[in-house]
């Protein structure tokens, strides 16, 4: 079933891969970034009676979040809560049809953009962009082993960010393989 749906095993990916990879998916360079493995510690250490909803989302390897100009999560989709086979229908109720995408989970206190930036690494070595300048923060974390499934939810946002109707928005594509590889390894 997982070969049908295009997935495929993690491995490391070195800066350039990841690059190389993005492109195939349409992420500029420029906006290339990659999880710190720190965040699978942070994810795991949450009280799972509490947060363990928010842990289960905080840990899928596909996510897309909306943040406001003053960082606050508006907008939250992961993989596990679209559906579809054999590819996930990320607007399958209409999720996508307007800017800000609406939210396909809870929102969760836990996520700020700023929270997110502690735990995201720049590919291109340059600093973070000031994101107090632009309206809204999309943040897609996609990775090479969920294939077609990252590409298609690239598209999505990508197709979505166009309907922001002279906001300025700023995406950071959150490449998430290396993280999946050493969350292995810690199991």
């Known amino acids: 079933m997982l070969r049908v749906m ?21 992420i500029p360079r420029s906006e ?11 994810a795991l250490s949450l009280d799972t009676i509490r947060y363990g909803k928010d842990q289960k989302n905080l840990t899928q390897p596909l996510q897309v979040l909306y943040f406001d100009a003053l960082g606050r ?23 996508f049809d307007q800017f800000p995408a609406a939210k396909s989970v809870e929102l969760d206190t836990l996520n700020t953009v700023k929270d997110q930036l502690l735990h995201i690494n720049p590919l291109n070595n340059a600093p973070f962009p000031d994101l107090r300048t632009y309206d809204y923060t999309v943040l897609v974390y996609w990775c090479r082993f969920m294939g077609r499934q990252s590409k298609r939810l690239v598209q999505v946002v990508q197709d979505n960010v166009r309907l922001a109707d002279g906001n300025k928005v700023m995406v950071l594509y959150v490449n998430t393989d290396n993280f999946w590889v050493n969350a292995e390894i810690e199991k």
């Open 6 to 26: 295009g997935l495929k095993t993690p491995k490391a990916m070195a800066p350039e891969e990841i690059f190389v990879q993005g492109e195939a998916y349409g």
């Open 32 to 42: 290339s970034y990659e999880m710190d493995s720190s965040f699978f510690s942070i």
């Open 73 to 95: 999560l508006i907008s939250y989709s992961v993989n596990c809560s679209v559906g579809g086979f054999p590819n996930l229908k990320w607007n399958r109720y209409g999720t």
